[in-house]
């Protein structure tokens, strides 16, 4: 028997359990990989804002201020003047809204009305992503048991 190497050696069932230990090892860890890739997105984005930021109000050029833009900007303009571009500091400014053929919400914009590439009513660019970031799903021993057997459970 020893020679055969069958002294000791583990039965079906125990031969099955190892292999389902080791895939269930293998989906934790590929959870764990996929929640800190996710964890990772989750801190750039937050960051993303508060590169400049020392105090609240000051920022690390001090040579770069915020510039208050004028009230104009966020104010619809009477019918005659809808089409008219406005100048303000050095830039032309276009109303752009879908009367004047662009997509923006009625708000004075540096580009063109007819050039409007606005993401806002471009769906995949910005507004289906922040919901599918969410929670990464909690999975159970039984769930990852029972896909593993080939059966597809559900739950929830």
């Not at 500091?89 to 009305?113: A, D, F, M, V």
Request: net charge positive.
């Amino acid at each position: 028997m020893k020679t055969k190497e069958v002294w000791n050696a583990p039965s079906a069932e125990q031969n099955k359990l190892v292999a389902l230990e080791a895939k269930i090892s293998e989906l934790k860890k590929r959870y764990e990989n996929k929640r800190a890739r996710l964890d990772q997105n989750k801190k750039r984005e937050s960051n993303k804002g508060d590169g400049n930021k020392v105090k609240d109000g000051e920022t690390k050029n001090p040579k770069r201020t915020k510039v208050q833009k004028p009230a104009w900007v966020f104010q619809k303009p009477k019918e005659a003047d809808l089409r008219k571009p406005r100048e303000w500091n050095g830039s032309t400014w276009h109303y752009c809204s879908p009367e004047t053929g662009g997509k923006c919400k009625g708000l004075y914009r540096i580009h063109k009305p007819s050039e409007c590439r606005s993401r806002e009513h471009d769906p995949g660019k910005r507004g289906e992503q922040k919901g599918k970031g969410g929670k990464p799903k909690e999975v159970t021993i039984s769930e990852a048991l029972s896909e593993l057997r080939g059966n597809k459970y559900e739950s929830e």
